[in-house]
């Protein structure tokens, strides 16, 4: 268990309204990592993180926002979902500064945006 | 720039029967390589990964795979699959970036997942 929790787990919503989505580590590790998953990609780094108030975008960043203020927290905002957004989102964590340091996965949350 | 490419999307396998998940990357610097795993509903798991040295690498679950630098492939094998074993499993690649300080940012490109269905 690497300590990771993401809330909410599910959440429906609709088209243009913005949506904010908590991962949460009880380690402090200092990456930390917003992917999105749909069938047929893989997963895609939204945005990451490498210390407090430190992001910067990965490959599909658009129509996104991050803000790290704690160490523990890494927020990902959708200001006016659209229905291309629905996906299942994973926060990751990476402890140890180094490319060959395993990333850590959390649960997953289930975003649909009718 | 860097890519990911798994060849299969599905894989049906009967239990007990030998699998191979096939992995090729792109890439025009030395990458490290991993393979996750994937269970319905669950987040991803590490099975293995790939720095240097050997390049054939043990994982958990007596998964293991092998790194072929001239064929540009990370494929993973399992000689014996089990009906526990049907889930999800991802290919990736850590890129080379660093910032000013030389600390990888660490970030994975992933392939597009390769489905194991093991039946009975």
């Known amino acids: 268990d690497a300590g990771i929790t993401q809330s909410p787990r599910h959440k429906v919503t609709e088209t243009g309204t913005p949506v904010t989505l908590r991962c949460h580590q009880t380690?402090?590790?200092?990456?930390m990592y917003w992917y999105r998953q749909d069938p047929g990609h893989g997963l895609r780094l939204i945005h990451y993180?490498?210390?407090?108030?430190?992001?910067d975008k990965g490959e599909v960043s658009d129509g996104y926002s991050v803000s790290r203020s704690k160490t523990e927290d890494f927020l990902l905002t959708l200001e006016s979902a659209t229905s291309s957004q629905t996906s299942v989102y994973f926060c990751a964590i990476r402890p140890g500064t180094g490319g060959a340091d395993t990333q850590y996965f959390g649960p997953g949350t289930r975003l649909t945006v009718l | 720039a860097q890519s990911v490419t798994q060849l299969d999307s599905q894989v049906p396998v009967f239990e007990e029967a030998p699998v191979e998940l096939r992995c090729n990357y792109s890439?025009?610097?030395?990458?490290?390589l991993f393979w996750y795993v994937q269970y319905p509903n669950q987040g991803l798991q590490l099975l293995l990964k790939?720095?240097?040295?050997?390049?054939l690498v043990k994982g958990i679950n007596g998964f293991e795979a092998e790194f072929n630098k001239s064929q540009t492939s990370f494929h993973l094998r399992k000689p014996s699959v089990h009906i526990s074993d049907t889930a999800e499993y991802f290919c990736?690649?850590?890129?080379?970036?660093?910032?000013?300080?030389?600390?990888?940012?660490?970030?994975?490109?992933f392939g597009q997942g390769t489905i194991l269905t093991v039946h009975p």
């Open positions: 990736a690649v850590s890129g080379p970036s660093h910032n000013a300080g030389g600390t990888s940012y660490g970030k994975l490109t």
């Open positions: 380690e402090n590790h200092r990456y």
């Open positions: 993180s490498y210390g407090v108030k430190d992001t």
């Open positions: 790939y720095l240097s040295g050997s390049t």
């Open positions: 890439s025009s610097v030395s990458v490290y």
